[in-house]
C-alpha cells in the first residue's frame, strides 16, 4: 500500500499559478505510475494528468494541455503539478493517486491509493 500527502493547493487569482507536490511512501515509488484528478462540486473526479514509471511519458487532459506540466523526481519519491494559466473553471479538489500500473493512464480504475486531496480555488 501506498501513502500519499499533497500540498500546495490554494487561493489564486485568474492567470496565476500553483505547484502541487505529492510525496509518497511505502512501495518502491519509482516502479509505478502516477497521477493528479480533480473532482469539481457536482462533477465526476477526472484525471488531469498521468506520468509513467520512469517520467518517459505523461498524459494531459485536453482542458489543460499547455497549461499543466506533471512532473516526478524518483529520488524524492515526489510528483508535482505545475498548474500555470489558471482559469475559474480549474477550482476543484486536486488529488494525487498511484497506478497499479508502471505505463501511464488515465483510467481510473488503475488507480490503487490516494492522496486526501487538496483544495485549489481560481478567482476570477
Known amino acids: 500500500q501506498v501513502q500519499l500527502v499533497e500540498s500546495g493547493g490554494g487561493l489564486v487569482q485568474a492567470g496565476g499559478s500553483l505547484r502541487l507536490s505529492c510525496v509518497a511512501s511505502?512501495?518502491?515509488?519509482?516502479?509505478?505510475?502516477m497521477g493528479w484528478f480533480r473532482q469539481a462540486p457536482g462533477k465526476e473526479r477526472e484525471c488531469v494528468a498521468s506520468?509513467?514509471?520512469?517520467?518517459?511519458?505523461?498524459y494531459y487532459v485536453d482542458s489543460v494541455k499547455g497549461r499543466f506540466t506533471i512532473s516526478r523526481d524518483n529520488a524524492k519519491n515526489t510528483v508535482y503539478l505545475q498548474m500555470n494559466s489558471l482559469k475559474s473553471e480549474d477550482t476543484a479538489v486536486y488529488y494525487c493517486a498511484a497506478s497499479r500500473r508502471s505505463s501511464s493512464s488515465h483510467d481510473y480504475a488503475d488507480f490503487v491509493s490516494w492522496g486526501q486531496g487538496t483544495q485549489v480555488t481560481v478567482s476570477s
Open positions: 511505502g512501495r518502491t515509488f519509482s516502479y509505478y505510475a
Open positions: 506520468i509513467n514509471y520512469s517520467g518517459g511519458a505523461t
